[in-house]
């Protein structure tokens, strides 16, 4: 998992819990509890586990696909993290007590969600009184959907039909349109910011580990034919540099 990726998810951490520290030591006489819903193959939830002020936290890391469960729970049992459960689950029925976690985050997948305001609404069962909620998404600057609809064309050429397996119509590129899904819901004291979260990507390298780690890329990579799916990051790469030439 690259450094970037768990940088900003850290930042995304403590910006949520910066109030409530208090509820993340074990000497209040409970473990906190964390849910990452659409957590695709773990880049919230395990850098928050493997972090120091997550480590007593207990993490449960949910997505609707059983591929990206497969890979996260690899990912925890390689690490030996001992803090964080996985779960085949979808966003819109979360198979969870209400009021049972103290935080809960949905980083880059709320648009992957078929029913936005379901998913926030489920995420806001779940929270304890008082609970808070993370949410991110990405800005039009980066454009990651036309980084991967690139791709896919680079792949099929002729073909302008050729399923990008992303949802083309919700793009949210700014925290003003998640807002009203979180008000509906009933979450109250809304904070939105906007963060520079990928300026520190140095290289090629370190896109193609971010992309990685992203639903949106398994989305994507997973529909393309058999015969092409191992070219996706080569071809991925080629768009890279295209797109943005004045990385080293």
Known sequence: MSNSTDKFSLRLFHKVTKSQHHSLSPSTGGRAKMIDVGAGTGAMALSVARSEEGKNLYILATDFSPNMIDVLAA?????????????????????????????????????????????????????KKGGRIGISTWSAKLAPRQILKNTVAKLNPGNPNAPTGLPTDRLLNTPEEIRPYLEKAGFSEIETTFEQGYTDLVDYDEWIKLFRDST???????????????KFDEALLEVLKEMYPSLP
């Open 216 to 230: 949106l890329y398994m989305s994507s990579k997973s529909i393309q034919p058999a015969e092409i799916r191992p």
């Open 75 to 127: 990912r925890v049992k390689r690490e030996g993290l001992t803090n964080v459960d996985s779960r085949v689950m979808d966003g819109q029925r979360l198979a969870v007590a209400d009021e049972a976690y103290n935080y809960a985050f949905n980083a880059f997948s709320l648009n992957c969600i078929q029913d936005m305001q379901t998913g926030v609404n489920e995420m806001f069962r779940v929270l």
